[in-house]
Nanobody, 115 residues
């Protein structure tokens, strides 16, 4: 069982920045595909960004050019740098770790973009 702990969420004004972190308990972190998902009230959870063990990165179209996913294999941590935040980015953000048939989730961190 892998534990994931997100941090870095909060309230920010439109145009602001936040950096989310997700620390994991696994010692084979480098082999996982890591992802950030988000779920807004009344909406389905969506994949925001992912990064494979080989550092292949994907983003949902709505965050391209504003968000950056990165990983530090030495710290077993994945990050999501969020710039130029918009009210529509408001959601609970979840960290996910995948390897083969296994998928693990964090508890989520709230991001609210509002003036």
């Amino acid at each position: 069982q892998v534990q994931l702990v997100e941090s870095g969420g909060g309230l920010v004004q439109p145009g602001g920045t936040l950096r989310l972190s997700c620390a994991t308990s696994t010692n084979i972190f480098s082999t996982y595909t890591m992802g950030w998902y988000r779920q807004a009230p009344g909406k389905q959870r969506e994949l925001v960004a992912s990064i494979t063990s080989g550092a292949r990165i994907t983003y949902v179209e709505s965050v391209k050019g504003r968000f950056t996913i990165s990983r530090d294999n030495a710290k077993n941590t994945v990050y999501l740098q969020m710039n130029s935040l918009k009210p529509e980015d408001t959601a609970v953000y979840y960290c996910n770790a995948k390897i083969m048939a296994y998928s693990y989730w964090g508890q989520g961190t709230q991001v609210t973009v509002s003036s």
